[in-house]
């Protein structure tokens, strides 16, 4: 029964870290959630990214793939930064595979994905690319722009 409880103490102190790590990390603001196309493009795109709080989703056709983001407020120019330009990064990677940023050049409902990984970049082709939002989502449905 001893054992018993250390198992369950230990349970409970590894949920406890890691609540306060994922708590710790800051949603994307909602002005940056939803679809992103290409600026030359339109809203029916199948090519983009679908952003949530925590989640930034790559799309091309019917290829999904998902990457954990946290937001970085101060990335753009350090801890006085007082901009509009938000970073995005990848958590839990080895590498640096992307970093998407909003209001790109500090042009609100403008962003930037610079992807770094070959590997993503021929399966998504959006490296540098200008991105616009776009009303609703035609990932779950909605109205296009």
Same mark, same amino acid.
């Given at each position: 029964?001893?054992?018993? +409880? #250390? ?7 590894? $949920?406890?870290? &890691?609540?306060? /790590? #994922? ?5 994307? *603001?909602?002005?940056?959630?939803? &679809? ?10 199948? $090519?983009?990214?679908? /952003?949530? *709080? ?5 799309? !091309? ?8 983001? !946290? ?9 006085? &930064? ?9 958590? +839990?990677?080895?590498?640096? $595979?992307?970093?998407? &940023? ?17 590997? $993503? ?8 690319? !200008?991105?616009?939002?776009? /009303? ?10």
């Amino acid at each position: 029964m001893d054992r018993m +409880k #250390r198992a369950f103490l230990l349970f409970f102190v590894l $949920l406890a870290v &890691y609540s306060s /790590v #994922r708590g710790s990390i800051e949603p994307l *603001p909602p002005e940056f959630h939803g &679809y992103w196309v290409p600026s030359s493009g339109d809203c029916s795109s199948s $090519l983009g990214i679908r /952003v949530l *709080p925590y989640t930034i989703q790559f799309r !091309e056709g019917e290829k999904l793939l998902s990457f954990p983001i !946290e937001p970085c407020f101060s990335c753009e120019g350090g801890s006085r &930064y007082d901009g509009i330009v938000v970073w995005a990064i990848p958590v +839990k990677s080895e590498s640096q $595979l992307f970093t998407a &940023y909003f209001n790109a050049g500090e042009r609100k409902r403008v962003a930037i994905v610079e992807v770094s990984s070959p590997e $993503l970049q021929s399966q998504f082709p959006i490296n540098n690319v !200008e991105l616009k939002p776009c /009303v609703g989502d035609p990932l779950i449905g909605g109205a296009e722009r």
